[in-house]
């Protein structure tokens, strides 16, 4: 594919999109590109509409293709939060410090073999055409107790990933985009443009 829009404004996240997009677009722009990139409001319920929201905003916009990641943290014992609210778990600007500590906080009580989660990812893609698509990723860990590791963002220093007795930040970026929720969808993503032809 030639020319792709990723309506995502968080560094980390452009950081795994651009090695996990490589060998599939030409030429990637996100809104930092752009001067006049419109804000966009997150107020849907579930991952799948706000990640829709972005993508279509961002491909009328543009007039090209468009790619948004809606994505968080699903915490069993906390009823799924912080869910579509992760990025602003303790409050609207909160930074990954904040929310991390709100959800150690929150955690307090648990003991470890009820700190199950998941980190979980929406992709949309949306084009100028008409095609709306949607492609889901997950993947399983526990809740930690104390921050761990250095790589990633948000709250990877907290998760625990099943399997590899290493908290998300523990991982490189390569091992973090051979696993994670972000690279399960953006697998899916790749089967759909080969499907389609579109690369
Ligand atoms: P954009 O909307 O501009 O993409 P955002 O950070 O607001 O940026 P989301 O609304 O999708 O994005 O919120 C995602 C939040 O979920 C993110 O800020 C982190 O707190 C958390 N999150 C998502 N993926 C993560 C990952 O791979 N590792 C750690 N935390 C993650």
Avoid: W
């Amino acid at each position: 594919m030639k020319q792709l829009v990723v309506a995502t404004r968080n560094k980390g996240k452009i950081i795994e999109i651009t090695a996990l997009l490589a060998d599939l677009v030409d030429q990637v722009s996100s809104p930092s590109d752009y001067a006049d990139f419109p804000e966009i409001v997150e107020d849907g319920a579930t991952f799948e509409e706000n990640a829709l929201k972005k993508a279509r905003e961002a491909s009328l916009f543009s007039g090209l293709p468009a790619l948004a990641d809606d994505s968080g943290l699903v915490v069993d014992v906390l009823n799924g939060a912080p869910g579509v609210f992760s990025a602003r778990y303790a409050g609207a600007n909160a930074d990954d410090a904040a929310n991390n500590a709100r959800l150690l906080n929150e955690c307090h009580h648990v003991t470890e073999e009820h700190r199950q989660a998941a980190f979980v990812c929406v992709l949309a893609f949306v084009t100028p055409e008409g095609v709306e698509r949607l492609f889901t990723g997950r993947v399983a860990g526990r809740i930690l107790s104390a921050a761990r590791g250095e790589g990633g963002f948000g709250y990877d220093p907290l998760f625990l990933v099943d399997g590899f007795g290493r908290s998300m930040a523990e991982l490189t970026l390569e091992e973090k985009n051979g696993i994670s929720h972000r690279a399960q969808a953006f697998e899916k993503f790749r089967d759909y443009l080969a499907t389609m032809s579109m690369i």
